[in-house]
């Protein structure tokens, strides 16, 4: 499995934006996502995209304001959210490891499928929205 690092998170205003980071210690040739979670609550998805950034799949939940993108030649990925609100206050993770094309995640009715539909972890870097 691909190890993976997130950076990019702190404290940022509501209404702010934010760009978070997902290192990975090799090339991957699948579906890679990124999720939060708040402590006492599941696990959220908020997208997803291809091993060749040609294919995002978003969340409803956060769509029109996430913004998911691949570079390739440092093995990184990228979630840039803007519009922030308090309520986006959450420990960020990235993943790998997920299908091939994301938009097959519409088919999994919940929230642990999706989240099982990955196989690889980073630790998560907390974000902190204050109003």
């Known amino acids: 499995q691909v190890q993976l690092v997130e950076s990019g998170g702190g404290s940022v205003q509501a209404g702010g934006s934010l760009r978070l980071s997902c290192a990975a210690s090799?090339?991957?040739?699948?579906?890679s996502g990124w999720f939060r979670q708040v402590p006492g609550k599941e696990r959220e998805f908020l997208g997803a995209?291809?091993?060749?950034?040609?294919?995002?799949y978003y969340s409803d939940s956060v769509k029109g304001r996430i913004t998911i993108t691949r570079e390739d030649a440092k093995n990184t990925m990228l979630l840039e959210m803007n519009s922030l609100k308090p309520e986006d206050t959450a420990v960020y993770y990235c993943?790998?490891?997920?299908?091939?094309?994301?938009?097959?995640?519409?088919?999994?009715?919940?929230?642990?499928?999706?989240?099982?539909?990955?196989?690889?972890w980073g630790q998560g870097t907390l974000v902190t929205v204050s109003s």
């Open positions: 090799a090339r991957t040739y699948s579906g």
């Open positions: 993943a790998a490891g997920g299908p091939l094309v994301p938009t097959d995640l519409r088919h999994l009715l919940s929230p642990d499928l999706i989240v099982q539909a990955f196989n690889s």
């Open positions: 995209i291809n091993w060749s950034g040609g294919t995002r």
